[in-house]
């Protein structure tokens, strides 16, 4: 039944296989796509047309000019630094997939970066940034996102209902909307949500330059001002006097604003709250179909199994997934997109533990670093696959620990990330780690168990939705010990088959009953009304 809400558009810097670092890119498109295929919204999505994105080899073509049939679309944005007056061109490139609308921003600013938020190795070289390192102009990235996205919806004529603004990189939609000439106009009928998909940080886009946020944004003074956070103007703290907003799980929302764990934050949760904002918690989806095991072509594994079927006591299929990734590691086979480094030997009986995720402190490889060398060296026959990149020091010492002697043939580091790399890894495993310092909600925890792998987690943020003994195995407390102890009831029970496919089937049961998109996307629709109810509010008071 469609909602009677007009096009809904989405504005963000990760989008599914286009462009992606983290959870914001799965989150982007299977809410997208639930929305425009079950709720039946018009739906578009706006992000920006990076350099390693060929827009034509994923079927996009450039948008005509709207009266000009054969013209590519060509617009100016203004993006003012300080003093010096500067404009910035775009093209834009479209397709529709899925009954979603699909926008890429060209801009020569997007165009030279290769990494959605870092520099990449192909970025490197005598006079670039360091490999590993963010962009430079990030917050000019975002501010260009942002405005062209928004001139893009006025010269083709659309005026949404709502504008769902994705982290801290598009958060100032809200504020421009409300604030700018012209602009305030357009969208005086158009509500904004703001999802913090991680309020960490470091995630929030923050810059300390003022005179700089104030030029480069246009934004009044008093918008800079007031949207202050530990002396720096902060994009979550302007959204909030303008947007209704939310993060990515109950537990998180409760955590940012009513305990300390939002030291985190440097107390952006508290700080909101102070100004009258509370968070809405909504747990993020899934989409099973995505991660299915039971169609191995198109996940790129060895052998087909279903871990959510009872009947399927043995899970032959995930054991053939298993072999076949010992084997390819074993023989140091080259995998397009990881660079090897040790190995693990192919033994069907052991234990395998897996990761696949950014290597960083709010990931806990810190302590997951301090566990490892403890369990393998009291537990012989353990091994462990790990795939990832991130800071140098946490893939030193993960390039350290596989090639020691005494380890050889049990820990293998997979250096990088490719889509079909990891489900390789998923279908593998029997136990997946998730010792995260904090998380929102995590998706790695629905992968894994999909899979049937059953994840190890810390119970912080949304990572309290894996039950512990029911869906997966749970421990507290940030510590190597305590992580450990829920390593060594790994291995315990490992050696109960029964109580492991008991795990596997439930925590699959689970997610098709609470946790697919098309149950989650009714929490969106609602938060969706209240933006448009909230923008209608501004106008008629």
């Not at 010269?155 to 598009?170: A, F, M, R, S, Y």
């Not at 918008?223 to 979550?236: N, S």
């Not at 098309?518 to 929490?523: F, S």
């Amino acid at each position: 039944m469609r909602e009677n809400i007009a096009p809904v558009w989405m504005v963000s810097r990760e989008y599914g296989d286009l462009a992606g670092a983290g959870g914001v890119k799965d989150v982007a498109r299977q809410l997208a796509e639930s929305l425009a295929t079950q709720a039946g919204l018009p739906l578009r999505v706006a992000l920006p047309s990076y350099g390693f994105i060929n827009p034509q080899e994923y079927g996009f073509a450039l948008l005509d000019e709207p009266h000009y049939p054969g013209r590519p679309l060509e617009f100016i944005v203004d993006m003012n630094y300080g003093s010096e007056e500067r404009e910035e061109r775009c093209r834009v490139w479209w397709r529709q997939a899925d009954h979603v609308l699909l926008y890429l921003i060209e801009a020569d600013r997007f165009r030279e970066k290769h990494g959605v938020y870092t520099y990449t190795e192909r970025d490197v070289g005598p006079e670039n940034p360091v490999y590993g390192r963010g962009h430079y102009d990030y917050f000019a990235m975002n501010v260009l996102l942002q405005k062209s996205a928004l001139e893009l919806m006025i010269i083709l004529g659309e005026k949404p209902d709502v504008i769902h603004c994705h982290d801290g990189h598009t958060a100032l939609i809200p504020a421009l909307i409300h604030q700018c000439p012209g602009w305030r106009s357009y969208f005086r009928e158009t509500g904004c949500l703001v999802t913090i998909h991680n309020a960490g940080v470091g995630y929030h886009q923050e810059v300390a330059d003022l005179t700089f946020a104030q030029a480069i944004s246009g934004l009044p003074w008093r918008e800079i001002t007031a949207g202050r956070l530990a002396g720096k103007f902060d994009p979550f703290l302007s959204a909030g006097r303008h947007a209704v907003m939310n993060t990515v799980s109950e537990n998180y929302a409760r955590e940012l604003q009513a305990t300390d764990a939002d030291v985190l934050t440097d107390w952006l949760g508290h700080t909101l709250l102070q100004n009258g904002v509370r968070l809405e918690g909504v747990t993020n989806g899934i989409c099973p179909e995505l991660f299915d095991p039971g169609q191995p072509e198109r996940m790129g594994i060895a052998a087909a199994y279903s871990p959510g079927d009872e009947c399927d006591r043995e899970l032959s299929g995930k054991k053939a997934c298993k072999m076949d990734l010992l084997h390819t590691l074993a023989a140091s086979r080259a995998m397009e997109g990881v660079r090897q480094f040790g190995a693990v030997q192919a033994w069907p009986d052991a234990p395998l533990f897996t990761f696949v995720g950014r290597l960083g402190e709010q990931k806990g490889v810190d302590v997951l670093l301090a566990a490892m060398p403890n369990l393998l060296r009291r537990h012989a026959d353990t091994q462990f696959v790990i795939l990832g990149s991130g800071g140098e020091e946490y893939e030193g010492q993960l390039k350290s620990l596989a090639e020691e002697d005494i380890l050889r043939g049990r820990v293998c580091y997979l250096r990088g990330y490719n889509p079909q790399v990891a489900n390789k890894v998923y279908a593998a495993g029997d136990f997946f780690l998730i010792p995260s310092r904090y998380e929102p909600c995590g998706l790695t925890d629905y992968i894994a168990q999909l899979f049937g792998n059953i994840p190890l987690v810390r119970h912080v943020g949304g990572l309290v939705k894996v039950l512990d003994g029911e869906t997966g195995l749970a421990y507290d407390g940030n510590t190597p010990n305590n992580l450990l102890s829920c390593l060594k009831r790994a291995l315990d029970l490992y050696g109960r088959r029964d109580e492991m496919r008991r795990i596997q089937t439930r925590a699959v049961r689970l997610i098709h009953e609470q946790y697919t998109w098309d149950v989650v996307m009714g929490q969106y629709l609602r938060l969706y009304r209240q933006a448009k109810e909230r923008r209608l509010r501004h106008f008629s008071s």
